[in-house]
């Protein structure tokens, strides 16, 4: 943070410029320094960056070229991306997130809702046999000599002898090692991926991959095709796909299935903060603690699920 001079005051008033932050006092954003405008591009640019490392990592830490450094063209599913309908480095998101501007229908809002329902019934149609799925997320730098690799194979292997899809975002880490589990475990492997800015690529341990262009799509569909949640340590795709999993629970959107968040040691001080602080200050109330169980033990993790699908379908069929 700029600090001001100790020498000599003179006559000149200094310029005034308007806060960073967008604020009309001008003061600084809670944490620290105002937020500075010009300088927003490159802090951007600079997460972009950061995930492409952490998934490029990804992939060396599992002994693979990183796709996005090969000459291979970005695909879609059985399809390739129309280029012409986007600009380099720019997803489907991003130009959707984005003021409608002057061009032709197809890249205006209206035809872009035709391409999301035509998202979302390919998503459906390739995963309507799943009756019982589970979404694992987590890291995608997590290495295979990381024990909690080790921990998310085995949570998979043992849910796919108990009968349950796997499904992940399709990338490395934590992912992989989910359909690594699940192919070891027998079961279905599924693969949900994103279009991001570079190639991302698949891990080679999945059996059905779905590629979507649109967030909200594929989001939709760990959610619609799974009967619970296992969050492996992560950044904020993982606390996002948490977080919203919890909300809908909350609210009533979806029934409660579990939630559960693996590694004490990580998610310890999470699960802290919203005690001490969330419902210190009834942000929340007690019974939300309650819609998240947290584990460092595969047999644990597995258990919770097994009995909690067991009971929705007691209910469910004492309600027919």
């Known amino acids: 943070m700029p600090t001001r001079s100790a020498g000599k005051a003179t006559s000149r ?3 005034k410029h308007a806060p960073a932050d967008g604020s009309r006092n001008g003061k600084a ?85 035709m391409r999301m329902t035509a998202e979302l019934v390919e998503g459906i149609d390739a995963l309507a046999s799943v009756r019982r799925g589970v979404s694992i997320f987590g890291s995608a730098r997590t290495a295979p000599d990381d024990p909690l690799y080790e921990a998310a194979v085995e949570t998979s292997r043992l849910l796919a002898k108990a009968g349950f899809a796997i499904i992940t975002g399709g990338g490395p880490g934590i992912m992989e090692a989910a359909n690594k589990g699940a192919r070891l475990g027998k079961g279905r492997s599924i693969g949900c991926n994103i279009e991001l800015p570079f190639e991302q690529g698949a891990n080679p341990y999945v059996d059905t991959l779905v590629n979507f262009r649109y967030f909200f799509v594929r989001k939709t569909m760990f959610i619609k095709y799974s009967n619970a949640f296992v969050i492996f340590p992560g950044g904020f795709g993982t606390l996002d796909e948490a977080f919203e999993a919890l ?41 939300d603690l309650d819609l998240l169980d947290v584990t460092d033990d595969p047999h644990e993790a597995v258990q919770c699920i097994i009995k909690a699908h067991a009971k929705a379908v007691r209910e469910s069929d004492a309600r027919r």
Request: net charge positive; hydrophobic share 30%; with cysteine.
């Open 13 to 15: 008033t200094p310029k």
């Open 29 to 113: 954003a809670a944490g620290g320094s105002p937020v500075r405008v010009r300088s927003r591009s490159s802090v951007e640019q600079r997460a972009l960056e950061g995930v492409r490392e952490r998934t490029e990592e990804g992939h060396r830490n599992a002994g693979r070229t990183p796709p996005s450094q090969t000459n291979e063209l970005r695909g879609s599913g059985p399809r390739r991306i129309d280029e012409s309908l986007r600009d380099y480095c720019v997803t489907e998101d991003e130009k959707l997130l984005q003021a409608s501007g002057d061009g032709d229908f197809t890249s205006t809002d209206p035809w872009r809702v």
């Open 247 to 287: 909300t809908l629970i909350q609210t009533g959107k979806i029934y409660h299935f579990p939630v559960v968040f693996f590694g004490k040691r990580f998610w310890g001080g999470l699960v802290d903060w919203m005690r001490d602080r969330l419902l210190r200050e009834k942000k929340i109330s007690e019974g």
